[in-house]
């Protein structure tokens, strides 16, 4: 009897294990490329995913800096990402990451400017406060 070589109807449209393995050592060396500091060639998204992964490692000032270089290049989850963790530092990581309310509401608007609900409440929300607290962001 000849051996069937058609694909599986579950595995058809998916990518052989050959090319997802190919694909996660790519991925997995363009992080450890990134860890090292050199993030230039990647995507802003890509950034962003490092920042992440900073974040689960605890890793707190390299975790800044992603996020930070992933919003500058107009990554919205990063600019949303780091507006909360700017307003919400020491609440969410302890004295580890300090909080900043101007910086965070130069983020909020920047993701409120692209259309970000998150970013316009977050925005909101340090109006609110910096109206309470006195001076504003110089």
Do not use: K, N
């Amino acid at each position: 009897m000849p051996l069937d070589t058609r694909p599986t109807p579950a595995l058809r449209g998916r990518p052989s294990t050959r090319h997802a393995l190919a694909l996660l050592c790519c991925l997995g060396l363009a992080a450890a490329g990134a860890r090292a500091g050199d993030t230039a060639a990647l995507s802003s998204a890509q950034v962003f995913q490092l920042a992440l992964e900073a974040q689960t490692a605890t890793d707190y000032a390299p975790m800044m800096a992603l996020l930070r270089q992933a919003a500058r290049a107009g990554h919205l989850p990063a600019q949303e990402m780091l507006a909360q963790v700017l307003l919400a530092g020491p609440a969410l990581y302890g004295g580890r990451v300090a909080a900043d309310r101007c910086e965070a509401a130069a983020w909020a608007w920047r993701a409120a400017s692209q259309g970000s609900a998150i970013g316009r409440q977050q925005w909101l929300l340090l109006g609110r406060t910096r109206a309470a607290a006195g001076p504003a962001c110089g």
